[in-house]
Structures are given as C-alpha cells and as structure tokens.
C-alpha cells in the first residue's frame, strides 16, 4: 500500500489511505458535492456510534473515505475555476511593429 505521508495532495492522500476506494466505490465518481457531503455526514454519524460490526465499520470508513476525497476534489477544482477567472488579465503591451492610429 502506498504511504500516505508521501504525498502533499489531501485528496490524493485520502485515496491512498483508504487503499484505493474509489475503485472500490465508481459511483462516487459521479455524485454532486452536495450529496457526497450528506452521505459523508450520515456515515460518520453512524461511524460514531460505535453500533456497527466491525467489518462493516471498515466498509463505511473506506467509502468514507473515498467520498471525502471527492469532496476535496470538487472544493480544489472549484478554488481553483474561480481563482482563475477573478484573475486580472495581463496588461496590454505595444511592440515595435504594432501599428498605431492616429485619427487626427
């Protein structure tokens, strides 16, 4: 199993710890970040009340864990949509062969 210490990438590094859940869970891949929020919620809610069997608390965790780093996936893609259009355009420069009308 990869180490999860060895990338710098959170959602990459959840991946890696959860041992490459979200081949283990390919609809994950198609949900809104909304709704894999409201299941990681429910999830950790159960999670924490410690009344599930312990294979299936794994099960939980791991898919937990794959919807966390999708979360994470959309929160940077969307960072970095709007980082992208908020920034300012490069100011406009004149070279030497550019024309220059004089409408006197």
């Known amino acids: 199993m990869p180490d999860p210490v060895a990338s710098t990438d959170p959602s990459q590094r959840a991946a890696e710890a959860a041992g490459g ?11 809104r970040y909304e709704d894999a929020r409201e299941e990681l919620v429910s999830i950790v809610s159960r999670l924490e009340t410690g009344q599930a069997p312990l294979e299936d608390s794994m099960q939980l ?13 959309w929160l940077d893609d ?6 992208q259009a908020t920034r300012p355009a490069p100011p406009a420069t004149l070279h ?4 220059i009308f004089d409408e006197s």
């Open 21 to 31: 859940t979200e081949v283990a869970f390919p609809d994950i891949a198609g949900m």
């Open 61 to 73: 965790w791991r898919r937990g864990e794959a919807l966390a780093a999708h979360c994470a996936r």
């Open 78 to 83: 969307a960072q970095t949509e709007i980082e």
């Open 96 to 99: 030497a062969d550019d024309e």
